[in-house]
């Protein structure tokens, strides 16, 4: 919900989106939102510098370090949104008829910006 609320505060800021429905539109924000957004410490802070990632480090006691495909902050934020749409569904039912919210052009974003993500840690742990 935390990462819900960051993201409405600053699109309607911009005045990006009219209200609290989750529909393409507003997917499509969160999607580039969450792609683009700097990590969060721990008081909720914007670490400068970083990213959120689709792919993170994994260290088992009987190998070198590898990269392993985990759940990643991108699709993790994807789905609570579907969450939050599903109680919308429920709530209103006209809403998946007049307000699609998973469309192809939402579900190819979600694949490219995870993907973008992962190239850009190997570019990482390669330079370093």
């Given at each position: 919900?935390?990462f819900?609320?960051?993201f409405?505060h ?6 990006e989106i ?8 507003s997917l499509?924000?969160?999607?580039n939102?969450c792609?683009?957004?700097?990590q ?9 510098g ?7 480090l994994?260290c088992?006691?009987?190998?070198s370090l ?5 759940q ?22 006209l809403?998946?008829s007049?307000?699609p919210?998973?469309t192809?052009?939402?579900?190819d974003?979600v694949k490219t910006r ?8 190997r ?6």
């Amino acid at each position: 919900m935390l990462f819900k609320q960051l993201f409405l505060h600053e699109t309607r800021l911009k005045l990006e989106i009219r209200d609290d429905i989750v529909d393409e539109h507003s997917l499509i924000l969160f999607i580039n939102w969450c792609g683009e957004r700097p990590q969060l410490n721990r008081k909720f802070e914007y670490i400068p510098g970083t990213r959120i990632g689709a792919v993170r480090l994994y260290c088992s006691p009987y190998c070198s370090l590898r990269l392993t495909e985990s759940q990643s902050q991108i699709k993790k934020g994807f789905y609570g949104a579907l969450r939050i749409r599903k109680q919308q569904d429920a709530a209103n039912a006209l809403l998946a008829s007049t307000r699609p919210a998973a469309t192809v052009y939402v579900w190819d974003l979600v694949k490219t910006r995870m993907r973008e993500a992962i190239v850009r840690h190997r570019q990482y742990v390669t330079a370093s």
